[in-house]
């Protein structure tokens, strides 16, 4: 009976560990041209992962020159790690912030705002949200051109 125990103690944190890590090649992820709804503009977007940790995902979007989110709002707020190339993002009510490559920004939990590219240079970021209810984004109005070139 002792060695059954002894046995089973040894086996139990493989049973634990039955898991495996997950590789997601860069090529094996696809995207999508950004929805008119949402963007205006050419906007190129690829999941990076999906909501399997605590509800949080990940998306690459790349906005070239001129694009840009519609106005938005995140339920748990969003961080935006700017991997290429120079932006803008907007708070409203607040002066426009140029974002380039290195920067993070972090958008508040029911903070309206948006960002793309300037008039001139495309912009990639990572946009990393959780969700609430399901949700991680509700989308407002489109951003005019006198909001983005004011």
């Known amino acids: 009976m002792k060695h059954l125990i002894f046995a089973t103690a040894l086996l139990a944190p493989a049973a634990l560990s039955a898991q495996q890590v997950e590789i ?3 090529q ?13 503009g050419t ?3 690829s999941p990076v992962f999906a909501p399997k940790m605590a509800g949080v995902s990940a998306g690459e979007v790349t906005f070239l020159p001129g694009a840009r ?3 938005h709002t995140h339920p748990v707020g969003q961080m935006l790690v700017v991997t290429h190339g120079t932006g803008w993002t907007q708070e409203r009510g607040q002066p426009k912030h140029i974002i380039e490559a290195g920067d993070v920004v972090w958008c508040p939990p ?4 948006w960002h793309g590219a300037t008039e001139t240079t495309s912009v990639t970021h990572y946009a990393i949200q959780g969700s609430e209810d399901g949700s991680a984004v509700t989308w407002g109005e489109h951003v005019t051109d006198a909001e983005y070139g004011g």
Not at 28 to 40: H, L, M, P
Not at 110 to 113: M, R
């Open 69 to 71: 989110s519609a106005w």
């Open 110 to 113: 029911g903070v309206e705002h």
């Open 28 to 40: 094996d992820r696809t995207g999508q041209i950004g929805a008119a709804e949402t963007f205006t």
């Open 43 to 45: 906007v190129y977007v």
């Open 24 to 26: 997601t090649h860069h």
